[in-house]
């Protein structure tokens, strides 16, 4: 069992800068992939990055690419998700997700959740 807690999230304006962090419980998050989500209002939620149990390979939306950075530290059994330049369509609720599966492949699934922090950029 793994449970996240998110934090980090905030009221920013265009062009700043976030850094979310995800706390887990449970032993089995250093040994699983770990991801983030976002779901902003009226749409449905969608990938913004993953990385696998080691940190060594970082995936991401063609949406945040350049702009986000996945990282953790497995020590402290805590993710990170550090966004650069962020835009308006970057308002939503960030998602973090831990899977009992080691390697991350696209549409895999994420068995654990936490239960979201808000991000709100304003132009």
Not at 5 to 27: F, H, N, P, W
Request: a positive charge.
């Amino acid at each position: 069992q793994v449970q996240l807690v998110e934090s980090g999230g905030g009221s920013v304006q265009t062009g700043d800068s976030l850094r979310l962090s995800c706390a887990a419980s449970g032993r089995t998050f250093r040994t699983g992939a770990m991801g983030w989500f976002r779901q902003a209002p009226g749409k449905e939620r969608e990938f913004v990055a993953a990385t696998s149990w080691g940190g060594a390979r970082s995936f991401y939306a063609d949406s945040v690419k350049g702009r986000f950075a996945i990282s953790r530290d497995n020590a402290k059994n805590t993710g990170f998700l550090q966004m650069n330049s962020l835009k308006p369509e970057d308002t939503a609720v960030y998602y973090c997700a831990s899977a009992a599966r080691q390697y991350y492949s696209s549409g895999m699934e994420f068995e654990y959740w936490g239960q979201g922090t808000q991000v709100s950029v304003s132009s």
